[in-house]
């Protein structure tokens, strides 16, 4: 089973846009693409929004399996007790 988790952030002044580049040139975006369980990890900029950025992060096996603890079992977030 695989997992696809999609966030935005937002915000003024290309903040958003200049954390993905950071998360890229410090390495911490390779860093997560290589945890065990992901699939994919990948930064997205909108045509029309030039204060988001868009993230697609698929997670199978032990990462999905990690990820699906984090919810009830009626959808609930109940938070993580470490790092997904």
Do not use: H, W
Not at 23 to 50: C, H, K, Q, V, W
């Amino acid at each position: 089973m695989a997992i696809t988790v999609n966030l935005y952030y937002t915000g003024k002044g290309r903040s958003a846009r200049k954390f993905a580049e950071e998360m890229e040139s410090s390495g911490t975006a390779a860093a997560i693409r290589a945890e065990a369980g992901n699939l994919r990890y990948e930064y997205f900029l909108p045509m029309n929004d030039p204060e988001t950025v868009f993230t697609d992060r698929q997670l199978g096996g032990s990462g999905s399996d990690r990820f699906a603890s984090c919810f009830t079992d009626d959808g609930k977030d109940i938070g993580t007790s470490g790092e997904i």
